[in-house]
Nanobody
Framework: QVQLVESGGGLVQAGGSLRLSCAASGSTFSSYGMGWFRQAPGKERDFVAGIMWSGGSTHYAESVKGRFTISRDSVKNTVYLQMNSLKTEDTAVYYC????????????????????WGQGTQVTVSS
């Protein structure tokens, strides 16, 4: 079992930056692949970014590539999502998730691959 708590959301103007954090507890953080998803009102939950359990590989949705960066700190048991050049369409609730399968290659991009979820943090980008 792992518990995930997101923080760092808020209101920002278009073009600004935010850094989301996801603190993990309860199990061996370094064994889990980690992902960020988001859900805008009236829309499905979408993959944003993921990082392998080893930190050796990352993957991004096309819509955020070049603007967002996912990273992990195994000492602090925390995964981050640095979001730059924010757009109004980035407005959503952002969720952190953990994938307990130690994949040999790549990052899981479907929400059903993830076993544990945080409660979400709201990101609102104003024009």
């Amino acid at each position: 079992q792992v518990q995930l708590v997101e923080s760092g959301g808020g209101l920002v103007q278009a073009g600004g930056s935010l850094r989301l954090s996801c603190a993990a507890s309860g199990s061996t953080f370094s064994s889990y692949g980690m992902g960020w998803f988001r859900q805008a009102p009236g829309k499905e939950r979408d993959f944003v970014a993921g990082i392998m359990w080893s930190g050796g590989s990352t993957h991004y949705a096309e819509s955020v590539k070049g603007r967002f960066t996912i990273s992990r700190d195994s000492v602090k048991n925390t995964v981050y999502l640095q979001m730059n050049s924010l757009k109004t369409e980035d407005t959503a609730v952002y969720y952190c998730a953990a994938d307990r399968q130690r994949r040999r290659v790549g990052v899981a991009i479907f929400d059903y691959n993830y076993n544990y979820w945080g409660q979400g943090t709201q990101v609102t980008v104003s024009s």
